[in-house]
Nanobody, 115 residues
Framework: QVQLVESGGGLVQAGGSLRLSCAAS????????MGWFRQAPGKEREFVAA???????NYADSVKGRFTISRDNAKITLYLQMNSLKPEDTAVYYC?????????WGQGTQVTVSS
């Protein structure tokens, strides 16, 4: 089992940047597929980005070229670098981990982008 704690959210102006972090517990972090999801008010939770055990990345079309997902297995931490932020990126961002069919979620961190 793994526990996930996100940090790094906040208020930023359009065009600005933020870096989200997700600190994980557990020795098997390197074995998990990790990802970021987000949920805006009144909308369903949506996929943002994912990174495999081997470092292969995948992004939603809406964030390609602006967001970068990375992981540091030694620090058991997942990151999401967000550049060129837009008001439509405003949401609660969740860190997620998947291993052998089991999913784990963090509590979320709020990102607000003002126009």
């Amino acid at each position: 089992q793994v526990q996930l704690v996100e940090s790094g959210g906040g208020l930023v102006q359009a065009g600005g940047s933020l870096r989200l972090s997700c600190a994980a517990s557990g020795r098997t972090f390197s074995g998990y597929v990790m990802g970021w999801f987000r949920q805006a008010p009144g909308k369903e939770r949506e996929f943002v980005a994912a990174i495999s055990r081997g470092g292969v990345t995948n992004y939603a079309d809406s964030v390609k070229g602006r967001f970068t997902i990375s992981r540091d297995n030694a620090k058991i931490t997942l990151y999401l670098q967000m550049n060129s932020l837009k008001p439509e990126d405003t949401a609660v961002y969740y860190c997620a981990a998947e291993l052998a069919g089991s999913d784990y979620w963090g509590q979320g961190t709020q990102v607000t982008v003002s126009s």
